[in-house]
T-cell receptor, first 110, second 113 residues
Framework: AQRVTQPEKLLSVFKGAPVELKCNYS??????LFWYVQYSRQRLQLLLRHISRESIKGFTADLNKGETSFHLKKPFAQEEDSAMYYCALIGSSNTGKLIFGQGTTLQVKP | NAGVMQNPRHLVRRRGQEARLRCSPMKGHSHVYWYRQLPEEGLKFMVYLQKENIIDESGMPKERFSAEFPKEGPSILRIQQVVRGDSAAYFC???????????FGSGTRLTVV
């Protein structure tokens, strides 16, 4: 079964602290993994995708096929990072549809 | 380019009425996806359409829900005889191909009273 799991509903950190948002997936083939962010009252925006290996707003994510994980990391959290973060995958046979995790709310305190 | 436009932003319907949600994809995008976000849950895929064709409707409830993407005009998600359980945020996304970064709309929040 294709599944994306984000075990934490809420992650609260202080400004300047490191952040790691966890994401595990279940897919038998070679999926493409994404992180989307939704700031308050705004639309979902693509943050990064594993295939491009980019670093956006200081966030990085490495695909670990052995652990089937795609955790999102940032060394120093900023208050403006407070948002809802969704991990998602597209499978090779998925006709392009995204399978989302439940989302994690990141709260960065001053 | 105005991005993916969804309207209305908020829609209130009484039980038994019909709800029509509209999505205009980005210019040049011919692939449209609809997702539903129920309270306390993540986004769930509903349907994938190209112009005049439904490609994948595996996430659509079997009854009362339908979607179309006509040759001209926006994509429409239609919910007939709405019930309280249909209350959710409905998001549309478009892409130029079937496996490349989507652009999402702002969503329509449907409330059934």
């Amino acid at each position: 079964a294709q599944r994306v799991t984000q075990p934490e509903k809420l992650l609260s950190v202080f400004k300047g602290a490191p952040v790691e948002l966890k994401c595990n997936y279940s897919y038998s083939g070679s999926p493409e993994l994404f992180w989307y962010v939704q700031y308050s009252r705004q639309r979902l925006q693509l943050l990064l995708r594993h295939i491009s290996r980019e670093s956006i707003k200081g966030f990085t994510a490495d695909l670990n096929k052995g652990e089937t994980s795609f955790h999102l990391k940032k060394p120093f959290a900023q208050e403006e990072d407070s948002a809802m973060y969704y991990c998602a995958l597209i499978g090779s046979s998925n006709t392009g549809k995204l399978i989302f995790g439940q989302g994690t709310t990141l709260q960065v305190k001053p | 380019n105005a991005g993916v436009m969804q309207n209305p932003r908020h829609l209130v319907r009484r039980r038994g009425q019909e709800a029509r949600l509209r999505c205009s994809p980005m210019k040049g995008h011919s692939h449209v996806y609809w997702y539903r976000q129920l309270p306390e849950e993540g986004l769930k895929f509903m349907v994938y359409l190209q112009k005049e064709n439904i490609i994948d409707e595996s996430g659509m409830p079997k009854e009362r829900f339908s979607a179309e993407f006509p040759k001209e005009g926006p994509s429409i998600l239609r919910i007939q005889q709405v019930v309280r359980g249909d209350s959710a945020a409905y998001f549309c996304a478009s892409s130029p191909t079937d496996n490349y970064g989507y652009t999402f709309g702002s969503g329509t929040r449907l409330t059934v009273v």
